[in-house]
T-cell receptor, first 115, second 117 residues
């Protein structure tokens, strides 16, 4: 069964600190992995998208890593800010026979940054 | 970046009425759009894939007669919740990928919160 599991489920950190969110998946055949940030009551916004050949990708203070062998990804947030408080969703794209992709969503990590 | 707009952003309706939610790609064309629903503190759940000019593809367990999807053009898909009931109250989100350009990037709308009284 194709699954995407994220940990921790929730996390509270102090402003300025770093944190790392984890994503493990069993999706196969793998096409790409995406990290999204979703503010409460808003739609998800893309942070990074990585194919199997990409090990790391950065977007400002966000750095995503991918190990396609172990099927693990992480999202590292550096020097957190209050505005980083949101749900972070890992989405893995399954390559379909006959073309196209199917997305499998993780349940998300709820991050709260406090003063 | 590419923009996907949803309207309305929130709606309150009486039980038994129908509600239409629009999803527009403002600066790109999309042959395929996706509709999701999201309950509090849960992740997005794909409801259906909206295909321009043809019937939508529904996920298992989603009633096609309950959630009517129309993809009339390359920039507009609509979701109509028919005979809405309180259990249909949820956050509905659409997404779309540009036909050309990008890297299969998927852009999400801002979501529409439906409350059925």
């Amino acid at each position: 069964k194709n699954q995407v599991e994220q940990s921790p489920q929730s996390l509270i950190i102090l402003e300025g600190k770093n944190c790392t969110l984890q994503c493990n998946y069993t999706v196969s055949p793998f096409s790409n992995l995406r990290w999204y940030k979703q503010d409460t009551g808003r739609g998800p916004v893309s942070l990074t998208i990585m194919t199997f050949s990409e090990n790391t990708k950065s977007n400002g203070r966000y750095t995503a890593t991918l190990d396609a062998d172990t099927k693990q990804s992480s999202l590292h947030i550096t020097a957190s800010q209050l505005s980083d408080s949101a749900s972070y969703i890992c989405v893995v794209s399954l390559r379909l026979t006959g073309g196209g992709n199917k997305l499998t969503f993780g349940t998300g990590t709820q991050l709260k940054v406090e003063l | 970046g590419a923009v996907v707009s949803q309207h309305p952003s929130w709606v309150i309706c009486k039980s038994g009425t129908s509600v239409k939610i629009e999803c527009r790609s403002l600066d790109f064309q999309a042959t395929t759009m996706f509709w999701y629903r999201q309950f509090p503190k849960q992740s997005l759940m794909l409801m259906a894939t909206s295909n321009e000019g043809s019937k939508a593809t529904y996920e298992q367990g989603v009633e096609k007669d309950k959630f009517l999807i129309n993809h009339a053009s390359l920039t507009l898909s609509t979701l109509t919740v028919t005979s809405a009931h309180p259990e249909d109250s949820s956050f509905y989100i659409c997404s779309a990928s540009p036909i050309t350009g990008g890297r299969g990037e998927l852009f999400f709308g801002e979501g529409s919160r439906l409350t059925v009284l």
